[in-house]
């Protein structure tokens, strides 16, 4: 009897060692698994942190006036972009990409058909219209835009005061292109013809885009890259000038299962210090997303802009929010009509 207890408690103790044993395996799993996770993370954040970081290193208030003539190219952006203080070089994921990273018509399913208003600031206003399709048999897409800004009529007067009134406008159209080129790679260019008017005295000229998106594969980590407006320039009468040539890069993160977008950018033209964006969206309700974002481009005002959007799935509303200090507010206004792929 005494040598069957022993034998049984035997038995009990190489099972228990057996048991520890299989523990002390899944805990060594389990924490190289953990360790394999937080090592990828931890790239992946510090890429994150150093592209969202850096525009800060040039966040310095700095005043100036812009030289280069049709300024109206700088910002023809839609109140989401607006509402992110233009921070969107590195998402380029709706119409606005046509004018800003045409390397993003690549990514846009389906069809849509954009408009916004612009109003504030004296009285001028900036309408657009825009138009994207995607290629359902290969991953490419096209856009154009229409971007038109008009001003109250102008009084003429002499030393007897008003003799009559004349108008002014600039308007730009933009055809764009936007193809894979690789699983993380997207490519994109864009022809834009433009024409200024003043009185009856008009000037016309043309220029180009070009601009990439890579997607990092880090957790939701974009990167963006776009050279704008790049052309001989304008002449106007008897002056000819360079345009608003402008360079944009930046970055975009995507976290809490896509519902939150982090996004920076940092953008030089010709006529312009370095310029540091950073923008915020938040899917906050199933069709409600909030914005906000904070640039150093406004001399006036505090840099600062607000916004919000309603998706019902086929329609899109935005609008935005700029305050610009004596000058008044900016507001932004938009509708998109969206023709999605059957699921």
Wanted: net charge neutral; charged share 20%; with cysteine.
């Amino acid at each position: 009897m005494k040598r069957k207890v022993r034998i049984q408690e035997s038995e009990f103790r190489s099972q228990n060692s057996g048991v520890r044993s299989q523990k002390s395996e899944v805990r060594n799993s389990v924490f190289c698994i953990l360790y394999s996770v937080f090592s990828v993370s931890s790239v992946s954040l510090w890429l994150t942190i150093t592209m969202l970081i850096l525009p800060f290193s040039v966040f310095a208030q700095s005043e100036y006036i812009a030289t280069s003539p049709l300024q109206f190219l700088k910002m023809g952006s839609g109140p989401r972009v607006e509402a992110m203080a233009g921070a969107y070089v590195g998402l380029a994921d709706d119409e606005n990409a046509v004018l800003l990273n045409p390397a993003g018509l690549a990514n846009i399913k389906g069809k849509r058909l954009g408009m916004f208003h612009r109003a504030g600031l004296v009285g001028i206003g900036l309408e657009s219209i825009s138009y994207t399709h995607h290629f359902e048999e290969s991953p490419a897409g096209l856009g154009a835009n229409l971007l038109f800004l008009h001003s109250p009529k102008i009084d003429r007067t002499n030393n007897l005061g008003k003799v009559d009134d004349f108008s002014c406008y600039d308007a730009a159209l933009t055809l764009g292109y936007g193809r894979e080129v690789s699983p993380d790679l997207l490519v994109g260019a864009s022809l834009r013809l433009i024409q200024e008017k003043l009185d009856d005295k008009t000037a016309n000229t043309a220029c180009f885009d070009v601009g990439l998106l890579f997607d990092t594969g880090y957790d939701g980590l974009n990167l963006g890259l776009a050279l704008s407006n790049i052309g001989k320039g304008v002449k106007f009468i008897s002056k000819e000038e360079d345009l608003p040539i402008t360079l944009r890069g930046g970055a975009s993160l995507k976290l809490l299962k896509d519902t939150l977008i982090i996004s920076s950018q940092i953008d030089k033209s010709i006529d312009s210090p370095v310029i540091a964006r950073l923008g915020v969206e938040h899917k906050v309700l199933e069709a409600v997303f909030l914005r906000a974002g904070y640039s150093n481009e406004k001399n006036i005002g505090s840099g600062i802009s607000l916004g919000m959007g309603i998706n019902l799935r086929n329609i899109l509303a935005d609008i935005s929010f700029s305050p610009y200090g004596d000058l008044g507010n900016v507001t932004n206004l938009s509708i998109c009509f969206a023709f999605l792929p059957e699921e």
